[in-house]
RNA sequence: GCUCACGUAGCUCAGUCGGUAGAGCACGUCCUUGGUAAGGACGAGGUCACCGGUUCGAUUCCGGUCGUGAGCUCCA
């Protein structure tokens, strides 16, 4: 006798198991026709699943939070039995959601093309229409591996025999077609409406390198047509704020043939770079730390020495010299900083060293992680290297750990995670060295106060590592920021210090950097703002527009003013029409636009225009000025147009 | 590195079922001195990514290389 509690707090009761599609019938036809699955007890399970016991019942439909994740799932299915209905040699293999939407990847012996998408995507619609009944039923594991084995189905197969002995399989059957699953899914086809089939890709089976490549369809379903368009369109925009689009528009950086992976700064972009560099000195300097600067060719025998050449030599740029000398391109800026610190005596007395560079590191990716500024060969790092003493681990992380967050709210970036990696399976040290190392910032995460979650594995092969996430204005996450503790390379690598009793002592090494590449940071700031970077980083934060060569003297005085206080300005002469210029330097993002005409010339005014469109009125050069600098002075928290 | 697609003027793209190419914007010259998102006329501009092959003839077909894009793998 069931009791059946439902989100309202009302409560019915049943003279027998009932199954959610029943208890949704007895409610209304219209919830019943509306159903998807239910979530009993907080699980979801299918419609035509059976409730013995009290519980808590929520009807899935389409308004409902999980709607999403079962119609994917589902439609993810639609896509498989589509496909093998039009290619019956094409094996199944995985088909999960994901974010906005859901993949599958078969096993066949051809890749996918564009027209077999449509017509698979056809095929779908079809069967949908027929409105299939999804029918659940259940087989032993052993029984399940040879059945799919006798359908020629061997991936599946292999993932049965992976689920251990003597538990029992569901599938999911629909028309002739049957799938190893486990749930749950739509009480019908027809009840999968709205999807799209986006791409087709490689895929490693098991997401492993060494195996054979599969054809992976991506797809995206919702339970709306407005909530796909939306999507769709959601696309198109990320895609207007492409970083390369746009930097090629601004005319902010190139890249071409001879360099790939490499970045051709133009002025308006290295504007912009050296913006970043002269923001992070400032920020650094009042933070304690010394600016240096290492080689960037090194002989083997240090790359050697503290693990690089053994653990990343096939990802580092090398030269043979005349000399015979075999040296790496740096690919990071450590071992250089640990040299630094090795002249001469230290005392404990003058730890923590902090030794900052903004350090080029070329590191020879492989040439299908390339995108943009966003993965490069070639980058320059915000590094920094403080060796302390075991006791001074927590401070200093604790201190790192504002700045970077002090530092990315003057970006903007206010929505920052935390992630905790350990110990990688490819790494340097003693697990006694590197269980002190989780410890000791662990304990230093917790001194600071923040939450962070685990990402295991993922450390760097020196120690373990926080890292920090930023989310952007569209809500991708970026990782930019790190630090690390590292017990082991000052010790590969001869660093040591005096300590209070005049014993020799190897020095904690605290790798830290914060916006990690500053090519890829500026990358992430054009498509945060969609190009519209803030004005205290514009490189152009002033443009001067004349409407007629009768103040052409007037806006080359006020050009060299501006300059001379330290703005960004840009003179537009040209024999053009006002429009025409307002036009292109909007389009150019140029945060302010100072319009003069003989009006102004004569009252000794500016007209200001800002890029959204907002008509500031009429004032002096200097309240312009100083207004701007209010702006500058908070980085675009107070603007002018507030 | 792997799979697929792509590479034509500075940019965005069209085109050639094999007979050495075209638009818009940008650029140059001239006209226009115009008040807040495109004034007009004329002109110049391409080794059709690169290297081979097939062919009387290749930008087009075939093979390779390089690069780019999407995804996979990787990211000290």
């Keep these: 006798m069931p009791v059946i509690t439902l989100p309202d707090g009302s409560q019915r009761t049943y003279d027998q198991p009932v199954t959610v599609a029943q208890v949704a019938a007895s409610i209304g036809s219209g919830l019943a026709k509306a159903a998807l699955a239910g979530k009993v007890g907080g699980k979801l399970v299918d419609t035509s699943s059976t409730i013995a016991q009290d519980a808590a019942l929520e009807i899935v439909t389409d308004k409902h939070p999980d709607a999403l994740e079962v119609i994917r799932h589902s439609t993810a299915h639609l896509l498989a039995q589509a496909t093998q209905a039009l290619f019956p040699d094409a094996q199944v293999t995985i088909g999960p959601v994901i974010e906005d939407g859901f993949y599958y990847d078969f096993a066949y012996k051809r890749p996918f ?9 056809a095929k779908m619609a079809e069967l949908s229409k027929a409105d299939l009944p999804v029918q659940r039923s259940e087989m032993p594991r052993d029984e399940a591996v040879t059945f799919f084995k006798a359908k020629g189905e061997h991936y599946k197969a292999e993932i049965i025999a992976s689920i251990p002995a003597g538990e029992t399989i569901s599938l999911y059957g629909q028309g002739e077609w049957v799938d190893l699953c486990r749930g749950p899914h739509v009480p019908s086809t027809g009840k999968l409406k709205v999807f799209k089939l986006m ?53 902010l950086f190139h890249m071409q043939e001879e360099a790939p992976g490499a970045v051709f700064w133009h002025p308006k972009g290295w504007r912009v770079f050296q913006s970043l560099i002269a923001y992070m000195r400032d920020k650094q300097q009042a933070a304690g730390f010394d600016e240096v600067n290492g080689p960037e060719l090194m002989d083997r025998s240090l ?8 653990k990343f030599g096939e990802n580092m740029f090398t030269t043979q010299t005349p000399d015979e000398r075999v040296y790496a391109i740096k690919p990071m800026n450590c071992p250089g900083h640990v040299q630094i610190f090795r002249q001469g005596i230290r005392s404990y007395r003058d730890l923590p060293v902090r030794f900052a560079e903004f350090g080029k590191v070329h590191r020879y990716e492989p040439s299908g992680a390339l995108h943009g500024l966003m993965r490069v060969r070639a980058f320059t790092q915000d590094d920094a290297h403080i060796f302390v003493t075991p006791d001074q681990i927590t401070s200093e992380s604790v201190a790192v750990t504002k700045l970077i967050l002090d530092i990315y709210r003057d970006f903007g970036f206010d929505d920052v ?10 790494r340097v040290g003693s697990d006694e060295i590197w269980d002190r190392a989780e410890a000791a910032l662990k304990a230093a995460a917790d001194a600071a106060g923040i939450a962070y979650s685990l990402n295991p594995g993922e450390g760097a092969f020196y120690g373990p590592k926080l890292e920090f996430v930023l989310r952007d204005a569209i809500g991708r996450d970026w990782q930019c920021g790190t630090l690390q503790v590292d017990l082991n390379l000052p010790g590969r690598l001869g660093a040591h210090y005096i300590d209070e009793h005049s014993q020799k002592q190897t020095p904690v090494m605290l790798h830290r950097a914060i916006f990690g590449s500053l090519e890829r940071f500026l990358g992430i700031l054009i498509e945060h703002h969609s190009g519209r970077l803030p004005a205290w980083l514009a490189p152009t ?13 007037y806006l080359r005085a006020l050009s060299e ?28 993002r140029v945060p302010y636009l100072l319009v003069a005409g003989d009006k102004e010339v004569a009252a000794g005014l500016v007209s200001v225009r800002t890029r959204n469109g907002k008509d500031l009125g009429q004032m002096t050069p200097q309240t312009f000025v100083e207004r701007l600098g209010i702006e500058l002075g908070s980085r675009g928290r107070r603007t002018l147009e507030d």
């Design 417 to 426: 995670r935390i992630k905790f990696s350990d110990r990688p399976a490819k």
């Design 303 to 310: 790359w050697e020495a503290s693990g690089h050449w053994e």
């Design 199 to 251: 791409k087709v890709a490689g895929a490693y089976w098991r997401g492993d390198s060494r195996n054979e490549m599969l054809q992976r369809v991506y797809g995206t379903a919702w339970t709306s047509e407005k909530d796909l368009k939306d999507y769709l369109t959601r696309l198109e925009e990320a895609e207007k704020r492409d970083h390369r689009k746009i930097g090629r528009e601004l005319d």
């Design 113 to 121: 093309t564009p027209d077999d998408l449509a017509a698979i995507e």
């Design 561 to 588: 003013s501006l300059k001379n206080q330290g703005l960004r300005v840009e003179t537009d002469l040209r024999n053009e029409k006002i429009g025409f210029k307002i036009r292109e330097h909007t389009l150019q």
């Design 541 to 553: 934060q002033v443009a001067l527009l004349s409407i007629t060569d009768r103040q052409d003297d």
